[in-house]
């Protein structure tokens, strides 16, 4: 299904590219780092069949062009965007769904902090929320690491230094409309996995908030810091199809899953498939 409406959105600092498909309850996707809303084209054509998916690409990513020159991205600039793009899209001031992949995960948890009004139910798969974990520091001095091979030697050096964080796998291919890796590299991935959730707002939105990980990916550095934040909020990890990107490879049974963990989420019974 293409989208059927495609907009803009002039915010702070940024004007977002967002596209809308389907009809029902609202559901807003938050793309990973370097990604942009054509990483999920095909798992929003499916899920359109029973929401209003709006997708978006993040600011200085692709169609979503800064007003100035790049900076470091911070994680409660960008839950500011997708707060406003909500408001935007959603009528009559509808609390909706959020999913978030990845750093996009992160944007998530903090947008249901800050407008806890305006969610209903948080799924974030595999946040790279590394200050949750004991061996934090080791962790920071990889993705610092990471960024002065970028510096140094550039985007594929540095791509194949991070690629041990996802088992020294190489990155997939993905669907984008620009390709976002230096962006990415030189300004989102040191100040986003230096992210702290606020685990105190959080609580008492635990209920609302689902974290999920790669059925394939669970051996993999990236999939640590879902299992660290699950315990923190007194869950255990939905496991979805797939490793970190699965809502690539298998965007049909990752929808079902999503739409499985929203529909319990509402009724208030437990999904089948946690850890």
Do not use: W
Not at 165 to 179: E, M, R, V, Y
């Amino acid at each position: 299904m293409d989208a059927f409406e495609i907009g803009t959105l002039r915010v702070p600092g940024a004007t977002l590219h967002y596209e809308v498909r389907g009809t029902g309850p609202l559901l807003l996707l938050i793309a990973a780092g370097s990604s942009d809303a054509a990483v999920f084209g095909r798992l929003a054509a499916i899920l359109a069949d029973g929401h209003r998916v709006v997708a978006y690409d993040p600011r200085g990513n692709s169609r979503s062009a800064l007003h100035g020159p790049p900076v470091d991205q911070r994680v409660d600039v960008h839950a500011d965007d997708a707060a406003r793009l909500i408001d935007h899209v959603a009528a009559g001031g509808e609390p909706v769904h959020v999913f978030g992949s990845c750093s996009g995960g992160l944007v998530a948890l903090e947008l249901a902090i800050g407008r806890p009004d305006r969610v209903r139910t948080v799924v974030v798969h595999e946040p790279p929320a590394m200050t949750l974990l004991p061996d934090a520091a080791a962790h920071h001095a990889f993705f610092d690491d990471v960024h002065g091979t970028f510096h140094r030697e550039g985007v594929a050096p540095a791509l194949e230094r991070f690629s041990a964080f996802f088992g020294g796998t190489p990155a997939p291919t993905l669907p984008q409309a620009h390709d976002n890796t230096a962006f990415f590299l030189a300004h989102v991935i040191r100040p986003f996995t230096r992210h702290v959730p606020d685990l105190t707002a959080l609580a008492p939105l635990a209920d609302r908030v689902v974290v999920a990980g790669g059925e394939d990916s669970r051996a993999y550095t990236v999939h640590r810091p879902a299992v660290a934040l699950a315990e923190r909020l007194g869950h255990r990890p939905m496991l979805f199809p797939g490793g970190h990107m699965g809502y690539v490879k298998h965007p049909a049974g990752f929808a079902d899953r999503l739409a499985e963990v929203l529909t319990s989420k509402a009724s208030g019974t437990p999904p089948v498939r946690e850890r």
